[in-house]
């Protein structure tokens, strides 16, 4: 084997493999302008109740103070920013949406008073409708079992959400909780009764009417930002025509 | 003054202790109270985490209920108790969030009026700590006091949601309420930092390492102080530092062995209540020995 001579066929290739292999690793940090999503500050500020999103001096105040940070991919602040520039796809792919407890330290800390927890609600919001989460993550898988089961009943079984939680996500993890799960047997705090209101049609006729009116809020609002938009395009092609 | 207690889900189940030794306290203090007739979940982080709105109406149905339980009898706002932090946070929130966003305000009530509820913004939003510490006052707690916790070294967990961002009876930095309570059941409030430092919440279910290291710290931090028990205000908050420590005795090669109370736990102890009706029994790690060293008896 040792003897063989190397096959210049052989060599090419590798020098190949290698320099695509630099190609790949040296990337290009920023989008140009053409690849940001111009809009998306304007559509989070909206959902998150906050033309103060605009107003962030990057100070860092909200990384500072979370008790989660050292676990983002990126920190609340660098989420500012990004959400700023417009980097929308790495905004709703980061773990960092997902990791925030809501715990409102950032939020009463800001010294801009940037709702920061809201922002991280409305992105979730918008990572999941666009699906640029990963599916077995914890986390989203929660909030939607949770979702989906208040839905329904009204009120929430803990020990339900935690069964379908794992099950969607990862079974064996369940072994890890056996340990508090018998804990919470013994002490009767575990019941496997499914807890519901009462009046289970009213509330969902609740979800069903408010889910109408927020759609059709959108739709008030898209025609109004059209009508604006032939308006204003009327008034300049008027003071076109009157000019010449 | 009567008060409309609104329980939420986790005391129904993980939390029982919690209404057990609250309700008992309550009888104790001659706090009047009824519980909200068919409330419904507040929605917890997950439904402001999928969609806002319908968030705000089921925190609105429940603030309806209230409402129109306690039918105009013209004494004041409706008072309504919530024990659970999150609960908490959710109905002031959307309390708040209606008066200042026009268009919530617009959904909601339409929405409430398709079904035949109607909620006119008369109701308060209250945590027990406020009740008792605010209005039925320390001097009258104090004198109920059958065995002073004497020595008994007491670190006071107050968790995110309840003074922060919306909760206004108390300093959202270093709130005092919890500390003085335990001065008048005669124990001493430990100093120390992590009283309002988040304790991960659903993490411990979710992402498992996370979850176990921020309870880790806020354990191990009140332990180097010196307390010989905590107390909490939450059902989750509980949960977490409570039940977990074994795990994370050892993944941290630690030796917790720290009693979790609910504060009401220990008011009730303090009032020389029976153990069963404050559910001292649901706990994991019993206070006993705490209590026997410091109290004696």
């Known amino acids: 084997m040792e003897d063989q001579p190397l096959d210049s066929s052989k060599v090419r290739s590798i020098v190949g493999r290698r320099s695509l292999y630099w190609d790949q690793k040296v990337k290009r940090r920023f989008k140009y302008e053409a690849e940001l999503d111009q809009g998306f500050a304007e559509r989070v500020a909206k959902l998150a109740y906050g033309e103060k ?9 909200c990384s500072a103070s979370c008790p989660v940070s050292h676990w983002m991919d990126f920190t609340p602040r660098r989420v500012i920013a990004l959400i700023q520039a417009g980097y929308k796809e790495e905004v709703l792919e980061c773990f960092t949406i997902w990791l925030c407890a809501s715990c409102y330290a950032c939020t009463v800390d800001c010294p801009k008073q940037i709702k920061i927890t809201d922002v991280m ?13 990963r599916k077995r ?10 979702f989906k089961q208040v839905m329904k009943n009204g009120r929430n079984s803990e020990s339900h959400l935690m069964l379908n939680l794992y099950m969607k996500t990862n079974p064996f993890k369940l072994l890890k909780m056996v340990k508090v799960g018998l804990g919470l047997l013994r002490t009767g705090r575990f019941s496997l009764k499914k807890e519901h209101i009462k009046q289970r049609e009213q509330f969902q006729n609740l979800l069903k009417a408010v889910d109408r009116l927020e759609k059709e809020a959108r739709i008030e609002e898209a025609n109004d930002r059209t009508a604006k938009r032939i308006a204003s395009e009327t008034v300049d092609r008027l003071e076109k025509e009157v000019h010449q | 003054m009567k008060y409309i207690y609104y329980p939420g889900c986790s005391l129904k189940s993980t939390g029982r202790a919690y209404e057990e030794s609250l309700l008992s306290v309550f009888k104790t203090l001659d706090v009047e109270y009824e519980e909200l007739n068919d409330w419904n979940c507040c929605g917890a982080t997950s ?10 109406a089921i925190s609105a149905r429940n603030l309806a209920l209230a409402e129109a339980q306690a039918g105009g009898d013209g004494e004041g706002p409706v008072q309504l108790v919530a024990p659970c932090s999150a609960c908490y946070l959710l109905l002031l929130k959307t309390r708040r969030y209606m008066e200042e966003y026009p268009e919530i305000d617009r959904i909601v009530r339409q929405g409430l009026k398709e079904v035949g509820l109607k909620y006119e913004g008369n109701v308060r939003v209250r945590h027990p700590v406020d009740v008792l510490v605010n209005d039925v006052g320390l001097e009258k707690i104090a004198e109920r006091v059958k065995t002073p916790l004497k020595d008994m070294q007491v670190a006071s967990y107050y968790g995110c949601l309840i003074v922060r961002p919306f909760g206004a009876f108390d300093n959202p930095w270093n ?24 304790c991960g919440g659903t993490l411990i279910g979710t992402v498992r390492g996370v979850g176990l290291r921020l309870g880790y710290r806020i354990i191990g931090e009140a332990q180097r102080k ?3 028990l905590m107390i909490t205000t939450c059902p989750l908050c509980q949960f977490d530092l409570e039940c977990f420590q074994k795990d994370m005795n050892h993944d941290f090669e630690v030796n917790f062995n720290m009693p979790v109370l609910y504060f009401t736990q220990l008011m009730g102890l303090a009032f020389g209540l029976p153990e069963k009706e404050l559910g001292i029994q ?6 006993e020995k705490a209590y026997k060293t410091c109290v004696g008896g």
């Not at chain 1, 609600?121 to 699906?131: D, I, K, S, T, V």
């Not at chain 1, 993550?137 to 949770?146: C, D, M, Q, Y």
């Not at chain 2, 709130?175 to 988040?198: E, I, N, Y």
Request: aromatic content about 12%; hydrophobic content about 35%.
């Open chain 1, 137 to 146: 993550f914890p986390i989203p898988v929660l909030a939607r079992e949770f």
């Open chain 1, 121 to 133: 609600y409305a992105l979730r919001q918008e990572a999941l409708e666009h699906a640029g989460y």
């Open chain 1, 53 to 61: 999103l605009y107003s962030c001096i990057q100070c860092g105040t």
């Open chain 2, 226 to 228: 010196g307390s010989d």
């Open chain 2, 282 to 287: 649901r706990l994991f790690v019993s206070p």
């Open chain 2, 175 to 198: 709130p005092t309420s919890l500390d003085r309570l335990v001065g008048a059941l005669g124990g001493t409030p430990v100093d120390w930092s992590l009283k309002t430092r988040c």
């Open chain 2, 47 to 56: 439904y402001m985490s999928i969609n806002e709105s319908k968030a705000f």
